[in-house]
């Protein structure tokens, strides 16, 4: 696996940069997912008609890759039911109706913390996951038995329209200090780096400002390469080092914290508030008026949108995320998660299409990919059933960033098929594994 500067250069479209996060009026309702992180779904431990306040634990960890739930609002429990995430797996949902108090779980203390068990026990009890969308439980990158030298904070933000990182490393670049220091404590890091892309010059220049008396800490400014903010991307564009198919930053030595993760850790060692809230991008063509919200974790889309004006024209999609690898959503019923940093209305001039046509074999969709693979044989192999082939093009290493679709003439669905052959070669693995059993 060959990484390098490979990428692409896309319309940044940062229209609420420097904008402020703005508190929206608290919702009638709110819906908490019990799998807003990658692994097992929280298990429900409140019933309908209980009484919960901002805080209250409505779903515990179940299992060691999984994250606590906490209500957003207080109000009282209407509804419990699976729903389908936005991964297409059922979970169960905790529906809220608010009292519109936003009373504070009267328990809420901060954690004590005296040892490196006592700070990894915090960041599980905080709820917290990585913010910047992949939704992996904070803690459990604490949590290893590996080595580690390094800690890298990732505020690359290289999707076009996203700023709710931005905004926090301006306006909480206190918090990130304090959440790094506390963790550099316990872990006695050899580096701390945190990566920023170089068009993002507020905040470089304000973690620059508040981590000048750290010596340890350096700030980094990262061409603005799109997929800079992918993991492995950055572990390798700061630090040099290759996380290999199936390996973690761990494994290299590193631990890779969002910075909107890292400013809510502070929030929790200082008082106690689990995750509730989230600062999200409210953007794209259709949105009348753009901002960075903070909004409680369940709040639907449509309630959001409402706060930003509505919109301007009937959006032809509205995504969880960025254009590049954000996930349609099926209406606005669906609720802000813990990992949504951004959500955007889409209209038509942004979402022209054109007709597909045959591989010109241009060579420019693995001249992009940031790990030097071709999605145009995988997509062959594919279509072909060739499993043995698949695995040998190395489709296992594709991030899904989005950039061979982007960069393809012929306007194929590449991504697409690399996501699809991925789901092959893991169903053919399960398949041996258990003719093995």
Known sequence: MAFSLKGIHVPHRKNTAGMSAVRMPVPSMVTLLTAMHIGKPAKP???????????????????????????????????????????GRKVPAITIESDGQMTVESSIVPPQVNSKEDFIEAVKKSGLVGLGGAGFPTYVKFATDKKIDTLIINGAECEPYITSDSITMTERADDILFAIETADKYFNFEKIIIGIENNK??????????????????????????????????????????????????????????????????????????????VITVDGGAVKEPKNVIAPIGTTLGDVFDFCGGFTSDPVKVLYGGPMMG?????????????????????????KTAKTTACIKCGKCTNSCPFGINPAAIAKAYNNNDVELVEKLGADTCMLCGCCSYVCPAKRPLATTNNLAKAMLAADRAKKKEGNV
């Open 327 to 351: 996930i349609a959503v099926p209406d606005l019923s669906v609720p802000v998660l813990k990992q949504t940093n951004a959500i955007l209305a889409l209209d038509k001039k942004e979402t």
């Open 201 to 278: 010059k507020a905040a470089i220049a304000k973690m620059k400002e508040v981590t000048s008396n750290n010596s340890k800490i350096k700030v980094v400014a990262l061409k603005s390469v799109y997929p800079q903010g992918g993991e492995k991307v950055l572990v390798y564009h700061t630090t040099g080092r290759t996380i290999r198919v199936g390996q973690l930053p761990a494994d290299v030595g590193c631990i890779v914290c969002n910075s909107s993760t890292m400013a809510n850790l502070a929030n929790f060692l200082k008082t106690g508030m689990p995750l509730v809230e989230k």
């Open 45 to 87: 431990i409140v019933k309908v008609g209980d009484s919960v306040s901002v805080g209250t634990l409505i779903a515990e960890q179940d299992g060691f890759v999984s994250s606590p739930v906490y209500s957003s609002v207080s109000g009282t429990v209407k509804n419990i039911s699976d729903v389908v995430a936005s991964n």
